[in-house]
């Protein structure tokens, strides 16, 4: 199961890198119909890469790693939510990936002192 989860962390961490490509003008990304400023692509930028961290710390069982997922769940639903028309089903992804997060947080805060 962890290396689904860790997968699933990873794919959508990437996912948001797509939000950053289309601030930027990196890619011309016809999908998304809205414009999203540059301070919006550095935020999708950051929740991507707080996903893939938060794998990464995962991976190598840092019980803190929770924080770093919750913070890119807590950035991308804003984004989300400002896009909504284009990136809405984001939100089930962020729930999918919230279930883990709060049993990480759980056991951290039992086992903290």
Request: aromatic fraction near 16%; proline fraction near 4%; glycine fraction near 8%.
């Amino acid at each position: 199961m962890k290396p689904a989860v860790i997968a699933f962390i990873i794919a959508n961490g990437l996912v948001h890198f797509i939000g950053f490509a289309k601030a930027f003008r990196i890619a011309n990304i016809e999908q998304l119909t809205q414009d999203i400023p540059r301070p919006g692509g550095i935020l999708w930028l950051l929740s991507g890469l707080l996903f893939i961290c938060s794998a990464v710390l995962f991976f190598w069982e840092k019980e803190w790693w929770w924080l770093l997922s919750a913070s890119g769940i807590i950035i991308s639903q804003y984004l989300i939510i400002a896009d909504w028309h284009d990136a809405k089903f984001g939100t089930i992804a962020n729930a999918i990936i919230l279930l883990p997060t709060l049993i990480g947080f759980g056991l951290w805060w039992m086992i903290k002192d």
